[in-house]
């Protein structure tokens, strides 16, 4: 893959679920860690900085923080972070962050959510085919485990 294919992740899951139920998801920190496979507190608002901890096998333990963006009630939802996965005793926080973007559209019979994560060309190149390769697989995981979640709570 050419450096300039490696800027941004685009994935895209149809949800058969109304778009409130699709937000709710993603934006109530309860129902949020219970499908991305974390354990965290607080409250999705812009301008927070929440600590979040992995629970997927595998990588359970695994600390990472999420800087709400933007929450646009039912049309975007946003964060940055620190892509790919933490390595012990590497300080991060000095290094750029990428963005993602949640977008919502209505689609018969429910919901077409879209994450786009952007800003990859800012990560080192010692880290960014790395990190650009575990967060596309990420993402994957991640979409089929939203869809899963809602279809199985709603």
Request: proline letters at 4%; aromatic letters at 12%.
């Amino acid at each position: 893959m050419k450096r300039s294919e490696m800027s941004k992740i685009e994935r895209s899951v149809f949800i058969q679920a109304p778009r409130a139920r699709v937000w709710r998801a993603l934006t109530d920190l309860a129902e949020f860690s219970k499908w991305f496979g974390v354990s965290a507190e607080g409250r999705f608002v812009p301008g927070a900085r929440l600590m979040m901890t992995v629970t997927i096998e595998g990588y359970a333990g695994m600390v990472f923080y999420l800087m709400v963006e933007k929450m646009e009630p039912m049309e975007l939802f946003s964060w940055r972070w620190h892509p790919g996965s933490v390595e012990p005793g590497i300080d991060y926080s000095k290094e750029p962050t990428t963005l993602v973007e949640f977008r919502f559209r209505d689609e018969a019979g429910g919901t077409r959510v879209t994450v786009v994560e952007s800003g990859f060309e800012a990560i080192s190149l010692a880290r960014r085919a790395k990190v650009f390769e575990e967060n596309t697989g990420g993402w994957e995981y991640q979409m089929a485990a939203l869809e899963k979640y809602v279809r199985e709570s709603a």
